[in-house]
């Protein structure tokens, strides 16, 4: 079982800057993909920002020069570092993982952490 555990979530005013963070444990091989989703009331989720194990990123054009994702491997740990918040980056942020466990790639998510920006 792995379990990914999302931190970091908050209050800001617009502007302002967050920093979450998303630690994986459990029987862990290794990890693929790390990514952020977010969802907001009545919307789908989407994707925030994603990294490979290699460190190639990619981000939603709307957050793009904004946000920042990275990780750290030996902490098997994900960040996102928001900054410039607008009120339509309020969500719930989800983290994601692609874990392989022995010879199997899983897909796992986290439970998620909310972000409200708002004067």
């Known amino acids: 079982q792995v379990q990914l555990v999302e931190s970091g979530g908050g209050l800001v005013q617009p502007g302002g800057s967050l920093r979450l963070s998303c630690a994986a444990s459990?029987?862990?091989?290794?990890?693929?993909?790390m990514g952020w989703y977010r969802q907001a009331p009545g919307k789908q989720r989407e994707l925030v920002a994603a990294?490979?194990?290699?460190?190639?990123?990619n981000y939603a054009d709307s957050v793009k020069g904004r946000f920042t994702i990275s990780r750290d491997n030996a902490k098997n740990t994900v960040y996102l570092q928001m900054n410039s918040l607008k009120p339509e980056d309020t969500a719930v942020y989800y983290c994601n993982a692609d874990v392989r466990i022995i010879i199997t790639n899983y897909n796992y998510w986290g439970q998620g952490t909310q972000v409200t920006v708002s004067s």
């Open positions: 459990g029987r862990i091989f290794s990890i693929n993909a």
């Open positions: 990294i490979t194990s290699g460190g190639s990123t």
